[in-house]
Protein backbone atom coordinates (compact mmCIF):
# COMPACT_ATOMS: atom_id res chain seq x y z
CA UNK A 1 0.00 0.00 0.00
CA UNK A 2 1.46 3.48 -1.08
CA UNK A 3 2.29 5.38 1.61
CA UNK A 4 0.97 8.71 1.56
CA UNK A 5 3.19 12.39 1.44
CA UNK A 6 2.45 15.99 2.69
CA UNK A 7 2.61 18.22 1.91
CA UNK A 8 2.30 17.59 -2.05
CA UNK A 9 4.78 21.06 -2.49
CA UNK A 10 5.93 23.29 -0.53
CA UNK A 11 8.26 26.43 -1.41
CA UNK A 12 10.95 27.74 0.43
CA UNK A 13 13.54 30.89 1.09
CA UNK A 14 17.19 30.14 1.47
CA UNK A 15 17.85 29.54 5.02
CA UNK A 16 14.01 28.92 5.91
CA UNK A 17 12.91 25.00 7.21
CA UNK A 18 10.85 22.18 5.96
CA UNK A 19 9.51 18.99 6.95
CA UNK A 20 8.38 16.77 5.02
CA UNK A 21 6.15 13.94 6.16
CA UNK A 22 5.28 10.30 5.31
CA UNK A 23 2.36 8.15 6.30
CA UNK A 24 1.67 4.58 6.37
CA UNK A 25 -1.52 2.37 6.93
CA UNK A 26 0.55 -0.53 7.72
CA UNK A 27 3.33 -1.95 9.93
CA UNK A 28 6.42 -0.70 8.37
CA UNK A 29 10.10 -2.29 8.70
CA UNK A 30 11.86 1.10 7.80
CA UNK A 31 11.22 4.07 5.62
CA UNK A 32 13.62 5.45 3.41
CA UNK A 33 14.28 8.94 1.71
CA UNK A 34 15.30 9.76 -1.59
CA UNK A 35 15.38 13.07 -3.23
CA UNK A 36 15.04 13.33 -7.13
CA UNK A 37 16.01 16.48 -9.43
CA UNK A 38 14.26 17.15 -12.34
CA UNK A 39 15.74 14.51 -15.12
CA UNK A 40 17.83 12.65 -12.86
CA UNK A 41 17.57 9.78 -10.73
CA UNK A 42 16.73 9.21 -7.44
CA UNK A 43 19.46 10.00 -4.72
CA UNK A 44 20.17 8.29 -1.66
CA UNK A 45 19.33 10.55 1.76
CA UNK A 46 18.41 8.03 4.58
CA UNK A 47 17.11 5.16 5.82
CA UNK A 48 15.35 4.80 9.12
CA UNK A 49 15.16 1.74 11.05
CA UNK A 50 12.53 0.37 13.59
CA UNK A 51 14.87 0.69 16.91
CA UNK A 52 15.89 3.88 16.13
CA UNK A 53 18.90 2.72 13.87
CA UNK A 54 19.70 5.55 11.08
CA UNK A 55 22.00 5.29 8.36
CA UNK A 56 22.33 8.44 5.72
CA UNK A 57 23.77 11.90 5.10
CA UNK A 58 24.93 13.69 8.32
CA UNK A 59 23.40 17.04 7.26
CA UNK A 60 19.69 14.95 6.73
CA UNK A 61 17.75 14.56 9.68
CA UNK A 62 14.81 12.32 10.01
CA UNK A 63 12.28 10.44 12.62
CA UNK A 64 10.33 7.29 12.70
CA UNK A 65 7.37 6.75 14.82
CA UNK A 66 7.19 2.72 14.57
CA UNK A 67 4.13 2.99 16.48
CA UNK A 68 2.04 5.78 14.09
CA UNK A 69 4.29 4.05 10.82
CA UNK A 70 5.09 8.15 10.67
CA UNK A 71 8.11 9.67 9.42
CA UNK A 72 9.28 12.67 8.58
CA UNK A 73 12.20 14.75 7.15
CA UNK A 74 13.58 18.02 8.50
CA UNK A 75 15.52 20.43 6.20
CA UNK A 76 17.06 23.24 7.91
CA UNK A 77 18.67 26.32 6.95
CA UNK A 78 17.70 25.22 3.42
CA UNK A 79 20.17 25.65 0.74
CA UNK A 80 19.29 26.21 -3.51
CA UNK A 81 20.25 23.20 -3.93
CA UNK A 82 17.76 21.32 -1.74
CA UNK A 83 15.12 21.89 -4.49
CA UNK A 84 13.65 18.47 -6.10
CA UNK A 85 11.15 15.89 -4.87
CA UNK A 86 11.38 14.45 -2.44
CA UNK A 87 9.97 10.33 -1.78
CA UNK A 88 9.46 8.41 1.05
CA UNK A 89 9.82 4.55 0.27
CA UNK A 90 8.50 2.38 3.03
CA UNK A 91 9.39 -1.55 4.09
CA UNK A 92 6.67 -3.33 4.76
CA UNK A 93 6.15 -6.90 5.57
CA UNK A 94 4.34 -9.56 3.75
CA UNK A 95 1.41 -11.45 4.25
CA UNK A 96 3.46 -13.99 5.68
CA UNK A 97 5.23 -11.89 8.03
CA UNK A 98 8.53 -11.38 6.10
CA UNK A 99 10.17 -9.01 3.97
CA UNK A 100 12.65 -8.92 1.37
CA UNK A 101 13.43 -5.22 1.25
CA UNK A 102 10.59 -3.97 -1.18
CA UNK A 103 9.66 -0.83 -1.73
CA UNK A 104 6.58 1.21 -1.88
CA UNK A 105 7.68 5.00 -2.60
CA UNK A 106 5.09 7.97 -1.67
CA UNK A 107 3.54 10.00 -4.69
CA UNK A 108 6.88 12.72 -3.81
CA UNK A 109 7.22 16.14 -2.08
CA UNK A 110 7.91 18.80 -4.56
CA UNK A 111 10.59 21.58 -2.78
CA UNK A 112 11.74 24.34 -4.40
CA UNK A 113 14.07 26.66 -3.10
CA UNK A 114 14.15 30.25 -3.91
CA UNK A 115 17.12 32.51 -3.17
CA UNK B 1 33.23 3.07 -8.67
CA UNK B 2 30.99 3.33 -11.70
CA UNK B 3 27.42 3.32 -10.96
CA UNK B 4 24.81 1.54 -12.37
CA UNK B 5 24.68 1.90 -15.91
CA UNK B 6 21.47 1.89 -18.36
CA UNK B 7 20.91 2.02 -21.97
CA UNK B 8 19.34 3.22 -24.15
CA UNK B 9 18.54 6.53 -22.51
CA UNK B 10 15.77 7.24 -24.52
CA UNK B 11 13.39 5.16 -26.48
CA UNK B 12 10.58 5.53 -29.02
CA UNK B 13 8.31 3.17 -30.54
CA UNK B 14 4.73 2.62 -31.71
CA UNK B 15 2.22 0.60 -30.10
CA UNK B 16 2.59 -3.27 -29.78
CA UNK B 17 6.15 -3.11 -30.80
CA UNK B 18 9.00 -5.21 -28.50
CA UNK B 19 11.30 -3.16 -27.04
CA UNK B 20 14.44 -4.06 -24.41
CA UNK B 21 16.38 -2.47 -21.40
CA UNK B 22 19.83 -3.30 -20.50
CA UNK B 23 21.29 -2.82 -17.11
CA UNK B 24 24.24 -3.37 -15.62
CA UNK B 25 24.50 -2.60 -11.75
CA UNK B 26 27.50 -1.64 -9.48
CA UNK B 27 30.16 -4.08 -9.28
CA UNK B 28 29.37 -6.30 -6.19
CA UNK B 29 25.52 -5.51 -5.54
CA UNK B 30 23.59 -8.54 -5.26
CA UNK B 31 20.62 -6.75 -5.58
CA UNK B 32 19.10 -5.54 -8.09
CA UNK B 33 15.70 -3.50 -9.25
CA UNK B 34 13.99 -2.15 -12.13
CA UNK B 35 11.28 0.42 -11.34
CA UNK B 36 8.38 1.98 -13.63
CA UNK B 37 8.11 5.98 -13.17
CA UNK B 38 5.60 7.58 -14.80
CA UNK B 39 5.49 10.82 -15.19
CA UNK B 40 4.62 12.91 -11.67
CA UNK B 41 4.45 9.89 -9.47
CA UNK B 42 6.99 7.95 -7.36
CA UNK B 43 8.89 4.56 -8.79
CA UNK B 44 6.82 1.55 -8.61
CA UNK B 45 9.10 -1.63 -8.63
CA UNK B 46 8.41 -3.88 -11.30
CA UNK B 47 10.54 -6.88 -10.36
CA UNK B 48 13.42 -7.34 -7.70
CA UNK B 49 16.45 -9.71 -7.90
CA UNK B 50 18.34 -10.91 -5.48
CA UNK B 51 21.60 -12.21 -7.41
CA UNK B 52 19.86 -14.05 -10.35
CA UNK B 53 16.64 -15.24 -8.35
CA UNK B 54 13.33 -12.90 -8.30
CA UNK B 55 12.16 -12.40 -4.69
CA UNK B 56 9.62 -9.84 -6.12
CA UNK B 57 7.52 -9.69 -9.48
CA UNK B 58 3.90 -8.94 -7.78
CA UNK B 59 3.39 -6.20 -9.58
CA UNK B 60 4.94 -7.54 -13.07
CA UNK B 61 2.66 -7.32 -15.99
CA UNK B 62 3.25 -10.95 -16.34
CA UNK B 63 1.38 -11.21 -19.80
CA UNK B 64 3.85 -8.14 -20.96
CA UNK B 65 6.90 -7.63 -19.00
CA UNK B 66 9.62 -10.13 -18.62
CA UNK B 67 12.88 -9.48 -16.79
CA UNK B 68 15.98 -11.57 -16.59
CA UNK B 69 19.42 -11.49 -14.36
CA UNK B 70 21.38 -14.16 -15.96
CA UNK B 71 24.58 -14.72 -14.17
CA UNK B 72 23.59 -12.34 -11.46
CA UNK B 73 25.14 -9.55 -12.73
CA UNK B 74 23.55 -7.37 -15.97
CA UNK B 75 19.71 -7.91 -16.23
CA UNK B 76 17.07 -7.23 -19.07
CA UNK B 77 13.61 -5.59 -19.04
CA UNK B 78 11.04 -6.58 -22.05
CA UNK B 79 8.25 -5.68 -22.74
CA UNK B 80 6.07 -7.16 -25.85
CA UNK B 81 3.86 -5.68 -26.88
CA UNK B 82 3.80 -2.19 -26.15
CA UNK B 83 1.03 -0.04 -24.89
CA UNK B 84 0.72 3.45 -24.65
CA UNK B 85 0.18 3.35 -20.68
CA UNK B 86 3.96 2.06 -20.88
CA UNK B 87 5.47 5.33 -21.52
CA UNK B 88 7.67 5.98 -18.51
CA UNK B 89 11.39 6.47 -17.05
CA UNK B 90 12.21 2.75 -15.85
CA UNK B 91 15.07 2.97 -13.55
CA UNK B 92 17.33 0.27 -12.71
CA UNK B 93 18.82 0.14 -9.26
CA UNK B 94 21.09 -1.77 -7.48
CA UNK B 95 21.88 -2.38 -3.44
CA UNK B 96 24.77 -4.98 -1.24
CA UNK B 97 21.53 -6.64 -0.50
CA UNK B 98 17.14 -6.52 0.02
CA UNK B 99 17.08 -4.49 3.23
CA UNK B 100 18.49 -1.84 5.26
CA UNK B 101 20.95 -1.16 2.52
CA UNK B 102 21.37 2.33 -0.11
CA UNK B 103 19.93 1.55 -3.44
CA UNK B 104 21.74 3.14 -6.28
CA UNK B 105 19.72 4.03 -8.76
CA UNK B 106 21.04 4.52 -12.80
CA UNK B 107 20.26 7.51 -15.04
CA UNK B 108 17.15 5.26 -16.19
CA UNK B 109 15.17 4.99 -20.25
CA UNK B 110 12.55 7.39 -20.95
CA UNK B 111 9.68 5.32 -22.96
CA UNK B 112 7.49 6.91 -25.30
CA UNK B 113 5.10 4.80 -26.92
CA UNK B 114 2.95 6.63 -29.88
Known amino acids: QQPVQSPQAVILREGEDAVINCSSS?????VHWYRQKHGEAPVFLMI?????EQKGHEKISASFNEKKQQSSLYLTASQLSYSGTYFC????????????????FGQGTILTVHP | EAGVAQSPRYKIIEKRQSVAFWCNPI?????LYWYQQILGQGPKLLIQ????????DSQLPKDRFSAERLKGVDSTLKIQPAKLEDSAVYLC????????????FGPGTRLTVL
Open chain 2, 93 to 104: ASSRGPRYNEQF
Open chain 1, 26 to 30: KALYS
Open chain 1, 48 to 52: LLKGG
Open chain 1, 89 to 104: GTEQSDAGGTSYGKLT
Open chain 2, 27 to 31: SGHAT
Open chain 2, 49 to 56: FQNNGVVD
